[in-house]
């Protein structure tokens, strides 16, 4: 995760609740990686493409490109996750105060 340019999270489950607990930070993290979305490389945590050059060039290079095949569905995913968790929290605190949520 490093040499990806992340920072260092504690540990992996700090990692992986950082990323992929809620939909939008998931879709953060594949961003990185999308290099139709991200055309620059830009890293999710330093904005900055650097973690494309140096030692890791080769193996970061390779995971932009076979993500390509599997980031749009997975982000597709993400954000139907989120949105259905961002309605359900709505849904529940309109019922403390006494409203409903009406979903289309």
Same mark, same amino acid.
């Given at each position: 995760?490093?040499?990806? *340019?992340?920072?260092?999270?504690?540990? +992996?489950? %700090?990692?992986?609740?950082?990323?992929?607990?809620?939909?939008?930070?998931?879709?953060?993290?594949? +961003?990185?990686?999308?290099?139709?979305?991200?055309?620059? %490389?830009? *890293?999710?945590?330093? !904005?900055?493409?650097?973690?494309?050059? %140096?030692?890791? /060039?080769?193996?970061?290079?390779?995971? +932009?490109?076979?993500? /390509?095949?599997?980031?749009?569905?997975?982000?597709? /995913? /993400? *954000?139907?996750? #989120? +949105?259905?968790?961002?309605?359900? !929290?709505? #849904? @529940?605190?309109?019922?403390?105060?006494?409203?409903?949520? @009406?979903?289309?």
């Amino acid at each position: 995760m490093q040499h990806c *340019s992340f920072i260092a999270h504690y540990n +992996r489950l %700090g990692f992986y609740g950082h990323y992929f607990q809620r939909g939008d930070d998931t879709v953060r993290f594949l +961003r990185q990686f999308d290099a139709a979305g991200n055309p620059d %490389g830009l *890293s999710t945590e330093y !904005h900055d493409p650097w973690w494309l050059r %140096g030692d890791y /060039a080769d193996i970061n290079g390779a995971m +932009r490109e076979i993500a /390509a095949e599997f980031v749009p569905a997975v982000a597709a /995913a /993400a *954000s139907k996750h #989120q +949105r259905d968790e961002d309605l359900r !929290h709505a #849904q @529940t605190l309109a019922a403390r105060y006494g409203h409903a949520v @009406t979903l289309l």
